[in-house]
């Protein structure tokens, strides 16, 4: 296990030409933390994810995962290391041509080494964890709603028991009553499974209700990871548009409206109530 932070991106710089993405970006991911990575269009969210997953190599810098630096690892280490986190893609990214037992199988199969028995009871645990039964996992994905898919998504990015979870946009394609639900299910995963999650999301009623740290990219680096009231209280104007706007008072407003008695943002820490007073101050 682990013992420090479980990923850890020291002066990651990114240029493409001419083109600088990311420039001496720093960011600590501690294990059991909810953190989630925000910024405007072209902010570099996407570049620090592929990097972090070894999908892309910085032109400089060290990213590391579980204290591994992920550019000079072995292909068999980065392979093992892989198995220690599961991916929850934006629209799900099922293979449409395998039933939701099968997609949820897949990984499973890769291993090689599993029973069929192991699999089966396997897969059908994963697809309890996330609220579906038997009947569902014979299902294709074209025959599932959209929640079903994130759902079926989700149980294969936990099917090898990952002590890490990536979440691109959880709740995107959802209603509000199903994306309520959802950020629900990934509340209490991460809290009986004891993961570590890295969200990339857009959406601030799952912002607020699930971070526990908050890292903003802007200016082409993190500006500030920290908790959510911390980074409200932050200047700097893509805070001030995408936290204390029209739209962050609205989802504001749509959150005290869902759970007037419940602070609208970490469990733990005691700093909701707090994040409120922030947002409901005028003219900021």
């Given at each position: 296990?682990?013992?420090?932070?479980?990923?850890?991106?020291?002066?990651?710089?990114?240029?493409?030409?001419?083109?600088?993405?990311?420039?001496?970006?720093?960011?600590?991911?501690?294990?059991?933390?909810?953190?989630?990575?925000?910024?405007?269009?072209?902010?570099?969210?996407?570049?620090?994810?592929?990097?972090?997953?070894?999908?892309?190599?910085?032109?400089?810098?060290?990213?590391?995962?579980?204290?591994?630096?992920?550019?000079?690892?072995?292909?068999?280490?980065?392979?093992?290391?892989?198995?220690?986190?599961?991916?929850l893609f934006q629209?799900?990214?099922?293979?449409?041509?395998?039933?939701?037992?099968?997609?949820?199988?897949?990984?499973?199969?890769?291993?090689?080494?599993?029973?069929?028995?192991?699999?089966?009871?396997?897969?059908?645990?994963?697809?309890?964890?996330?609220?579906?039964?038997?009947?569902?996992?014979?299902?294709?994905?074209?025959?599932?709603?959209?929640?079903?898919?994130?759902?079926?998504?989700?149980?294969?990015?936990?099917?090898?028991?990952?002590?890490?979870?990536?979440?691109?946009?959880?709740?995107?394609?959802?209603?509000?009553?199903?994306?309520?639900?959802?950020?629900?299910?990934?509340?209490?995963?991460?809290?009986?499974?004891?993961?570590?999650?890295?969200?990339?999301?857009?959406?601030?009623?799952?912002?607020?209700?699930?971070?526990?740290?908050?890292?903003?990219?802007?200016?082409?680096?993190?500006?500030?990871?920290?908790?959510?009231?911390?980074?409200?209280?932050?200047?700097?104007?893509?805070?001030?548009?995408?936290?204390?706007?029209?739209?962050?008072?609205?989802?504001?407003?749509?959150?005290?409206?869902?759970?007037?008695?419940?602070?609208?943002?970490?469990?733990?820490?005691?700093?909701g109530n707090q994040?409120?007073?922030?947002l409901s101050k005028?003219?900021?």
């Open positions: 296990m682990t013992t420090g932070p479980i990923i850890e991106l020291q002066d990651v710089c990114m240029r493409f030409e001419r083109n600088v993405i990311l420039e001496n970006l720093n960011l600590v991911v501690q294990p059991g933390e909810i953190l989630s990575m925000v910024g405007g269009s072209g902010s570099g969210k996407t570049t620090v994810l592929r990097q972090i997953l070894g999908l892309q190599r910085p032109t400089s810098g060290t990213v590391r995962v579980f204290g591994e630096d992920i550019e000079h690892t072995s292909a068999q280490k980065l392979q093992a290391l892989r198995q220690r986190w599961g991916m629209h799900g990214a099922l293979f449409s041509s395998l039933s939701a037992f099968e997609n949820v199988a897949l990984p499973l199969r890769e291993l090689r080494y599993l029973s069929q028995d192991l699999i089966r009871d396997t897969v059908l645990l994963k697809l309890g964890m996330v609220d579906l039964g038997p009947a569902d996992a014979a299902k294709m994905p074209a025959d599932l709603s959209g929640g079903m898919v994130k759902r079926v998504a989700l149980a294969r990015a936990l099917a090898l028991e990952p002590e890490l979870l990536f979440l691109d946009e959880p709740t995107a394609g959802l209603d509000p009553d199903m994306s309520e639900t959802f950020v629900s299910l990934i509340r209490s995963l991460h809290r009986e499974l004891k993961l570590t999650v890295v969200m990339v999301t857009h959406d601030l009623d799952t912002l607020l209700a699930l971070s526990s740290k908050i890292a903003v990219l802007a200016d082409k680096h993190v500006i500030i990871n920290a908790v959510p009231t911390e980074v409200i209280a932050f200047e700097h104007p893509f805070i001030k548009n995408f936290f204390l706007g029209a739209r962050g008072r609205r989802a504001l407003e749509a959150l005290d409206t869902a759970h007037p008695s419940e602070p609208p943002a970490m469990e733990e820490g005691g700093n994040e409120h007073k922030i005028p003219n900021q």
